[in-house]
């Protein structure tokens, strides 16, 4: 079972609540919805790829009583301010570009409320009730590459479905956050994310294939998503996942860098669906048969080539990094979770220099199985597998290392977390 959250944390939240309500904290129920890693399968989701992802220990709590109105009421642990609103207000989408233009009280806390409730309208769920809520973040996380932002997303979903008494999967979850994040936000990015918050297990990694998905428009039509939990055997020695942070925090829905990519993955696809021709079909490389790809290949300029590199050939890391992981093999894994790595900068070139340093200081340090950039590698941390014995050791050593490669950055995580040594987590879920 995961360690996270603790008893105190949840009397923290729940106090918090019963104190903005009135209510007993008896009464307040509880969203936990940890955060992701994704060891293989890097900026390939939103091409239709295959993934793998598995939660921390660690997350966003939302405890929340049902407002008995149509009145939501929220206050965060690590934002000033309160955000209120109401469930019958119609949402609009805001987009990347006016997202500044976003109702003043709206920080970035509440504009994923918002968003939730555009995602339930959207959906024609029947939303009657408001909540009054309280979000925590796990300190120092926000921002950081594991998906805080699609964690507040279906913390929302989950206690505005939860007040109201619905019933809503898991899979229509997904496609509920993503319409969030792409519908509402603008940000054209895969389902990695909320699906790895919604589907994991503790104890293993999730697998999931995103071709499956409707089409990246706002279509409401759900469809089962192809996935499996994947349980490794008993292990040689137990591992644990470090995390190194850069001190870059820029959001990813602020960066024209992710849409971008996912723009020339997407000419890519276009240039070797026309030269196959088959170019009536969706411009997404998940639509590209690898043997016509390794035929075309060079019909694509460098840059788009890079592309469609990183897509072909993580999709085969991710097959790859399931039977290993499915028979223990650790030091396998790591290799191909630091060759992902390693396709992200040169193939993808997604990377910010201060986590392509992390990166690099991370390979060198004791016990470390494998590295790569946790998120979308603009900003954030990298994710290492680490040998548990020498994860101390090796924590110490990336802080050092770092200290000496970008001390003004570093010099921002100073009083923070330089490096967290984490362990597996669970799904999202109410208490
Ligand atoms: C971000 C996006 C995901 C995914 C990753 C990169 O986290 O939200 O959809 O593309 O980057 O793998």
Same mark, same amino acid.
Not at 90 to 97: D, M, N, T, W, Y
Not at 112 to 118: D, I, V
Not at 167 to 181: A, G, Q
């Given at each position: 079972m995961s360690s996270w959250p603790t008893d105190s944390e949840l009397i923290a939240i729940k106090e918090a609540v019963a104190k903005m309500s009135g209510?007993?904290?008896?009464?307040?129920?509880?969203v936990v919805a940890p955060y992701r890693i994704c060891p293989?399968?890097?900026?390939?989701?939103?091409?239709?790829?295959?993934?793998?992802?598995?939660?921390?220990?660690?997350?966003?709590?939302?405890?929340?009583?049902?407002?008995?109105g149509t009145e939501v009421q929220l206050r965060s642990a690590q934002f000033d301010?309160?955000?209120?609103?109401?469930?019958?207000?119609?949402?609009?989408?805001?987009?990347?570009?006016?997202?500044?233009?976003?109702?003043?009280?709206?920080?970035?806390?509440?504009?994923?409320?918002?968003?939730?409730?555009?995602?339930?309208?959207?959906?024609?769920?029947?939303?009657?009730?408001?909540?009054?809520?309280?979000?925590?973040?796990?300190?120092?996380?926000d921002s950081s590459g594991?998906?805080?932002?699609?964690?507040?997303?279906?913390?929302?979903?989950?206690?505005?479905?939860?007040?109201?008494?619905?019933?809503?999967?898991?899979?229509?979850?997904?496609?509920?956050?993503? %319409?969030?994040? !792409?519908?509402?936000?603008? @940000? +054209?990015?895969?389902?990695?994310?909320?699906? #790895?918050?919604? $589907?994991s297990s503790y104890g293993c990694l999730t697998y999931m294939d995103c071709k499956k998905l409707p089409s990246q428009k706002n279509s409401l039509k759900m469809q089962?998503?192809?996935?499996?939990?994947?349980?490794?055997?008993?292990?040689?020695?137990?591992?644990?996942?470090?995390?190194?942070?850069?001190?870059?925090?820029?959001? %990813?829905?602020? !960066?024209?860098?992710?849409? @971008? +990519?996912?723009?020339?993955?997407?000419?890519? #696809?276009?240039? $070797?669906?026309?030269?196959?021709?088959?170019?009536?079909?969706?411009?997404?490389?998940c639509n590209v048969e690898h043997e016509v790809y390794e035929a075309h290949k060079h019909e694509l300029e460098t840059v788009l080539a890079r592309r469609a590199e990183h897509y072909f050939s993580e999709n085969m890391r991710v097959t790859k990094g399931l039977e290993a992981w499915a028979s223990g093999n650790l030091e396998e894994f790591g290799k191909l979770i630091s060759?992902?790595?390693?396709?992200?900068?040169?193939?993808?070139?997604?990377?910010?220099?201060?986590?392509i340093q992390l990166y690099k200081i991370l390979l060198k340090a004791p016990g470390v199985y494998g590295a790569r950039f946790s998120g979308a590698g603009f900003r954030g941390c990298c994710v290492a597998f680490v040998d548990a014995e020498k994860a101390e050791e090796a924590a110490s050593y990336v802080k050092n290392e770092y200290e000496k490669a970008q001390p003004e950055f570093a010099k921002k995580l100073s009083g923070g977390t330089p490096v967290l040594i984490c362990e597996a987590g669970d799904s999202a879920r109410v208490l």
């Open positions: 209510r007993d904290t008896e009464e307040v129920r509880v293989l399968g890097a900026h390939i989701d939103h091409q239709g790829g295959a993934v793998s992802a598995m939660t921390i220990n660690k997350g966003i709590l939302l405890g929340f009583v049902p407002s008995g301010g309160e955000v209120c609103f109401r469930v019958d207000e119609i949402q609009h989408p805001i987009g990347l570009a006016n997202k500044n233009g976003a109702p003043k009280e709206t920080s970035i806390w509440g504009t994923y409320a918002r968003g939730a409730l555009y995602a339930l309208q959207t959906s024609k769920k029947n939303i009657k009730q408001g909540v009054v809520g309280y979000i925590s973040g796990s300190d120092g996380l594991l998906s805080s932002s699609a964690a507040v997303g279906v913390a929302y979903l989950l206690a505005l479905e939860n007040a109201n008494e619905l019933t809503v999967s898991p899979t229509e979850n997904i496609e509920l956050d993503r %319409l969030i994040e !792409n519908g509402y936000l603008g @940000l +054209r990015n895969g389902i990695l994310d909320q699906s #790895a918050i919604l $589907l089962t998503m192809d996935h499996k939990l994947v349980q490794a055997p008993e292990l040689e020695k137990p591992f644990r996942i470090l995390l190194a942070f850069s001190g870059l925090k820029q959001a %990813l829905t602020t !960066n024209p860098g992710y849409n @971008l +990519r996912v723009a020339e993955c997407q000419e890519a #696809a276009k240039v $070797l669906l026309t030269a196959y021709g088959n170019s009536e079909l969706e411009p997404t490389l060759a992902s790595g390693l396709s992200s900068i040169e193939n993808y070139e997604c990377g910010a220099e201060p986590l």
